[in-house]
């Protein structure tokens, strides 16, 4: 394994280059409830360094000869039943030796995360200053039955059946961790609901609109995926249909009559008054300016 500063955070991306661990996706779909998640099993030992996202590593099998050290804590027992739930807060390198029975990761989506606590809701996962460890046979069950689906050669007509598992996995974990927005941003499967559920997101967004990394990942959809989709659902694209919530947001202050132009084009999200002015313009017919006067003459004949 590459060596690294012990301060450096890594993204789930560059984790699955330095380790063996094998990424569960159904077609397009990649994350399922904001979780990511990935299967390990055929080694004797795995060293995870510090990563940017949290996760919960399932045992699948019983080992007494597995160990775990997380952080600086000592190892977490010399045995692990099947079962066996360790949650791995971001940050802290983790340690796997011994007799490794076929382990599952599930990690939280930093982007997900962040979007969900932008927008008002509670954090996703309740910060540990140590690890903690918990046997869930739900989650057992359900991770084995993933495991033997994905050791099969060829997917084909069973990746729905995958999916519909990953997406049960993902939302009992939300429910038992904690994660509170897990139902909330994608309650099902088809590509229809997760677009509108982000649609009601956007919708609700009071302050920076998140780009369309963030969207794709909230939405459980590839990148490429996702706006092909969004479009075909709103007949714009993401990047236009945020431009025009900005525009209506826009007009609302306008009106109300409370702020300077050049604070509404900083609340709204516009990079600077110019910028504001154009496609104000070029959405409205007139400028903002012009606008403002328009709503006086109308707030004056009331």
């Known amino acids: 394994m590459k060596t690294r500063s012990t301060n450096t955070l890594i993204g789930l991306a560059e984790l699955r280059t330095l380790t063996r661990l094998r ?13 990511h998640l990935d299967i390990l099993d055929g080694t004797s030992e795995i060293i995870v360094p510090s990563c940017d996202h949290d996760a919960v590593i399932i045992c699948l099998r019983s080992s007494r000869a597995f160990r775990c050290e997380v952080g600086s804590a000592a190892g977490n027992g010399n045995s692990c039943r099947a079962g066996d739930v360790i949650t791995v807060p971001h940050g802290c390198i983790t340690r796997i030796s011994g007799g490794l029975p076929p382990l599952l990761r599930a990690a939280i989506d930093p982007r997900w995360a962040g979007e969900i606590e932008r927008i008002g809701e509670k954090r996703e996962l309740e910060r540990k200053s140590q690890h903690h460890r918990s046997n869930d046979e739900t989650a057992m069950n359900i991770g084995n039955i993933i495991f033997s689906e994905t050791s099969k050669a060829r997917l084909g007509s069973r990746a ?29 499967e088809s590509g229809h609901e997760a677009i509108n559920l ?8 009071r302050g920076a609109y998140p780009d369309l990394s963030t969207l794709a990942a909230m939405s459980g959809i590839s990148r490429f995926h996702f706006s092909r989709l969004f479009k075909l659902e709103t007949g714009i694209a993401p990047g236009r249909y945020i431009e025009n919530l900005r525009i209506e947001r826009a007009k609302a202050l306008i009106e109300a009559a409370e702020l300077p132009l050049v604070e509404i084009a900083y609340q709204t999200g516009f990079s600077d008054q110019s910028h504001f002015t154009r496609r104000f313009r070029k959405a409205v017919g007139m400028t903002p300016g012009a606008y403002a006067r328009k709503s006086r003459r109308k707030h004056v004949k009331k």
């Open 160 to 188: 729905a059946f995958l999916h519909h598992l990953a997406q049960a996995l993902a939302l009992h974990l939300g429910d038992s961790l904690g994660l509170p927005g897990a139902h909330g941003l994608l309650r099902g």
């Open 198 to 205: 982000v649609i009601e997101r956007l919708q609700g967004v």
């Open 23 to 35: 990424p569960i996706t159904t077609g397009s779909w990649t994350t399922f409830s904001g979780l």
